[in-house]
């Protein structure tokens, strides 16, 4: 599978300090990765810890929740797609105008704070990447936000060293950085598919609209393709 276009138009086009942070964040979502799979396996592993997988249940089983960052996700499988072996469901805990909202260890974080869904990224087997895709505020619920602050709030969505996940919340910040200008797309493709389906309130609660975007994804073609940008520009 080649490259993203998505990502090789952007990096073609950025400036060379964004190009450099694209790299460092390539670069460090490797290290990450293979230091999670050195020390659990794979990266699935690290969170599932060797139990079989159960159809709809979190794992971890209470998710992983940076207090500080605000950053909450887990993975789970519930369907077969392809190579998909299950998708890990980041969320960022913010107010209804989205604002940081900080959650508080041992309160019910989940639903008092309504986090916001970001975005689903696939996993097969091994627990690579291979597909982005966007939901339905009725799949996760929490608040809805448009693409743009939906995006402002992906930023701030930087898992810190939650204990006995370091390595997964550090290659998912790093990742998450890396793929910006593809999660854009897919967030403005996201809103525009709603748009298409009358008044916005109706539309987030469609079931018949569960997956809004998605996008295929190749994550060391897109590494190569990255550092040749940066070997052509000079990095």
């Known amino acids: 599978m080649p490259a993203s276009a998505t990502l090789r138009r952007h990096w073609h086009s950025a400036s060379l300090t964004e190009l450099g942070t694209a790299l460092y964040n390539g670069q ?3 290290d990450a990765f293979a230091t999670a799979t050195e020390s659990s396996g ?5 969170w599932v810890q060797g139990a079989e997988v159960v159809e709809y249940e979190h ?6 929740i940076d207090l500080g960052s605000g950053t909450q996700f887990y993975y789970h499988a519930h369907r077969t797609h392809g190579d998909e072996h299950g998708h890990l469901h980041v969320f960022w805990h913010a107010t209804a105008t989205g604002r940081r909202s900080r959650a508080t260890q041992g309160r019910k974080v989940w639903k008092r704070h309504a986090p916001t869904h970001m975005l689903a990224i696939a996993l097969d087997a091994r627990g690579l990447p291979v597909k982005l895709f966007t939901t339905n505020q009725w799949v996760t619920e929490g608040h809805w936000f448009d693409a743009a602050l939906t995006l402002t709030c992906l930023d ?3 898992p810190g060293q939650v204990p006995g996940h370091e390595n997964a919340c550090a290659w998912l910040g790093h990742f998450l950085a890396m793929y910006r200008p593809l999660i854009a797309d897919l967030l403005q493709r996201r809103d525009a598919r709603l748009a298409k389906h009358g008044a916005l309130v109706d539309a987030l609660n469609n079931h018949r609209l569960e997956v809004l975007s998605q996008s295929r994804v190749d994550w060391a073609a897109d590494l ?3 550092q040749t940008e940066a070997t052509r520009r000079g990095l």
């Open 224 to 226: 190569d393709a990255l």
């Open 59 to 64: 794992y971890p089983p209470a998710d992983v």
């Open 156 to 158: 701030r969505c930087r």
């Open 28 to 30: 460090a979502s490797v």
């Open 42 to 46: 794979s990266l699935l592993q690290s």
